[in-house]
């Protein structure tokens, strides 16, 4: 009992160890990745056992051939989606060209006394985005490069969780104590994962929801028809898979657009979305609490301490790593 006590001890510190140096490294959209791609390969590793499927060699091709058929029904589905977003009246190719075309009549829409804050036309918009861009040019290279290495990154580690998964279902050998007690510890931390994910689906549905209802039903009761209203609710849905920076896209072109209309469509849009996700704040909490069960104020602590520690990243991490913790601690009957 020591012994299996102090191997406990031993592989809990390592992962927590491990789950710091992620967030100091900025490691954490690799993490992200590889947890995604491990996951959905076991996930459809079912469907193997309904082929009868038992020999190990074969297992390991068959998951090899359905992770790779995975990949390509998503690229399928990207470039599908992709197109049906581009083409036509209500692609994204026309709402960017709508946003380009409010903010060159910008102040058309805005009133007297904000008129000095906003460009006269877009040539105006162009030479202060070029000052800006001036001015600013050796952080965008930064910026380049880190865009870079987070693709990379991004692409290892999901190289990395589908070996990782590959692996798991051939060992060549039996692993010692402590190498079985981490991958307990990597289990509990990849179920923790999955549940996240799936709350982070269901957070984007209710997002995409209630911006649907105030874009189709309370903006025309009141009399206000904005274009391109069907973009809009597509890109809030898959905004809003990205925690945080995705709210902020969806709702900045909600507000552009609704300057098209008034500057009155825009504020009201504005003061809606900021009112909406507020609440949505202490519901994603509630969502995401009752799928790892922990109570509201909770996770939200966990969120504002990590947030205030490593950032955005503290911030996107932190739901999965209390679960994480949550989920040990409940494990060993210590909470």
Partial sequence: MLTATRLYIASFALTLIALFAVLQLGLLSALLSGLLVYNLVHLAAPVLGKLGVSNSLTKTLALALLAIIFILLIV????????????????VVSLFKKMAEIMDTAQVHVPDWAKAYFPSNLDELESIAAKWL???????????RDFGVLIVRIIVGMVIGGMIA????NISRTPGPLALALVERASVLSGAFRN?????????????????????VILPILGVHLPLVKTMIVVTFVAGLLPVIGNLISNTIIVIVGL?????????SLAFLVVIHKLEYFLN????????????????????????????????????YYAYLKDELTARKLI
């Fill in 76 to 91: 399928a589905a990207v470039i599908s989606g992709l197109g049906q977003l581009t083409n036509g009246s209500e692609g």
């Fill in 134 to 144: 001036r001015e600013h040019a050796g952080q965008l290279q930064l910026v380049g």
């Fill in 166 to 169: 590959l692996s798991s279902v």
């Fill in 196 to 216: 996240i994910v799936f709350s982070q689906i269901r957070i984007s549905a209710l997002n995409t929801f209630l911006t649907a209802i105030y874009l189709v």
């Fill in 260 to 268: 098209s209309v008034s500057f009155m469509a825009a504020f009201g």
């Fill in 285 to 320: 909490a509630r969502i995401i609490g009752a799928r790892i069960k922990s109570r509201s104020w909770e996770l939200l602590l966990a969120m504002v301490f990590m947030e205030a520690w490593f950032g955005v990243a503290g911030l996107i991490a932190a739901p999965i």
